[in-house]
């Protein structure tokens, strides 16, 4: 059974959403936004939410909360990816809708916000229990999706796999084709070609125009990369083949540092054979050592790019980062507290929704493809996303310099208005 819960539904705010909404606020603020529009503005469209019951393979049947939540679509059907993750909850599947509100527009593309979510371990499923939630996800809310109402992608431990499962039984729900209802797929399935690498790529585009803009030399440049999931691996490939020092780099169960830095196709496969990346500090120059997640985020590196989850800096150890640029390719890794220190500090924090909007941008390439039935190439797509991620980092540099404010307070300035003047014009309020 599906809950459709109104707009004015009271939720307890988790901790994302009192950030996310703080955001919101001051960005509102300065832009002289109130009343109704704020109201439309900080209030998800449509919360939906179920239990998936999934056929264990010891014959036991397990039922796993589900939700997605539309945010706004005042600028085109919403889109945002579905994560696969034990802590999810759905006041951070609201926070993270929203941001795919503000990344989508921020970016000048035709679509509104939403994010999706499972309580799961995902680890833990065999292959066919995993095919059967992301099936069950689909009979759940596949009335709500579709390439004009709301396309799902990849997030947080799911993968093009899992969009196949998830397009194919959209596809037998609707009886018809539509490999525009879900990005991130196979190219076998309507792909596109740098699917894999486009969040990674658009942060070292990101990354290489802030260094041309603060006078940073690759080779002199060390970064420190929490994270090494699909993000965190393709921006470190990214970074070590342009020159920059991979120094530490981490996954859920520690990180590794040498100052001679690590080449991460090396680590991967260590990784892969290990299991561990903490086990795998001596991959390489072999002078490597093991330290902890959170003394990776206290390292004396010029760059510092957490890649895993909300919340890792906060006013707690915000203090003893000690990295001049902060790339956040995670959604939501820094509170607002962390952002104010690491403001006072002088450090240049690049905001998730510009620094992690490769991968929203691909997926805009994706649907354009799947929509027209022409598929561009390699070169093609790469060089698209280059362009489009540089003019959203001008955009936000002038943006920042003409108003003087941090990046992420001109970030979200340009995309909350750009959100509300689509919402006023449609005249809904
Ligand atoms: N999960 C990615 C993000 O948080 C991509 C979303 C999408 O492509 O819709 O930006």
Redesign the pocket.
């Given at each position: 059974m599906i809950y459709i819960f109104g707009v004015f539904f009271f939720w307890l705010m988790g901790e994302p959403l009192v950030e996310a909404k703080k955001q919101l606020s001051s960005a509102a603020k300065v832009l002289g936004i109130g009343g109704k529009l704020l109201s439309a503005l900080s209030e998800p469209v449509r919360v939906l939410s179920d239990d998936i019951p999934v056929k264990l393979e010891n014959g036991s049947v397990q039922d796993f909360n589900a939700y997605r939540v539309q945010h706004n679509d005042a600028l085109g059907p919403f889109?945002?990816?579905?994560?696969f993750h034990p802590e999810v909850n759905l006041d951070e599947v609201k926070a993270?809708a929203m941001?795919?509100t503000w990344?989508?527009a921020l970016m000048n593309l035709p679509?509104g916000g939403?994010?999706g979510g499972v309580i799961v371990e995902p680890k833990k499923l065999s292959g066919r229990e995993l095919e059967a939630l992301s099936r069950g996800y689909v009979q759940s809310f596949g009335e709500f999706l579709g390439p004009d109402k709301d396309?799902?992608?990849?997030?947080?431990y799911t993968n093009a796999q899992v969009m196949s499962w998830m397009l194919d039984e959209f596809e037998k729900l609707k009886k018809r084709h539509s490999p525009g209802a879900f990005?991130?797929k196979p190219l076998e399935l309507g792909g596109i070609r740098i699917r894999d690498e486009?969040?990674g790529l658009g942060g070292f585009f990101v990354i290489e125009a802030c260094a041309r803009r603060f006078g940073f030399k690759p080779r002199s440049t060390s970064v420190a990369i929490q994270g090494f999931g699909n993000v965190g691996f393709n921006i470190a490939g990214f970074l070590h083949e342009a020159g920059f020092k991979v120094v530490a780099l981490s996954d859920s169960s520690g990180a590794v540092y040498s100052k001679a830095g690590f080449s991460p196709a090396d680590m991967m496969k260590c990784k892969t054979a290990k299991g561990k990346i903490a086990e795998c500090y001596a991959t390489g120059s072999g002078s490597g050592t093991a330290i902890s997640n959170e003394e990776l985020l206290e390292l004396d590196v010029d760059v510092l790019i957490p890649a895993a989850l909300s919340g890792q800096i906060t006013s707690k150890n915000a203090n003893d980062v000690k990295a001049r640029l902060v790339v956040e390719m995670a959604?939501g890794p820094l509170t607002n507290d962390a952002d104010r220190i690491l403001g006072e500090k002088k450090a240049v924090v690049v905001p998730?929704i510009l620094a992690?909007?490769g991968?929203?941008?691909?997926?805009?390439f994706?649907w354009v493809q799947n929509n027209y039935g022409y598929y561009w190439s390699y070169t093609e797509s790469f060089e698209r996303l280059k362009e489009l991620m540089s003019s959203a980092v001008e955009r936000v540099f002038s943006a920042s310099s003409e108003k003087k404010t941090n990046l992420r307070d001109a970030a979200y300035m340009l995309a909350v208005s750009r959100v509300a003047r689509a919402v006023e014009l449609r005249g809904s309020l």
């Open positions: 889109k945002g990816g579905i994560r993270l941001w795919m990344k989508c679509f939403a994010k396309v799902p992608a990849p997030d947080v990005t991130g486009s969040t959604n998730d992690n909007a991968g929203v941008t691909g997926s805009y994706e």
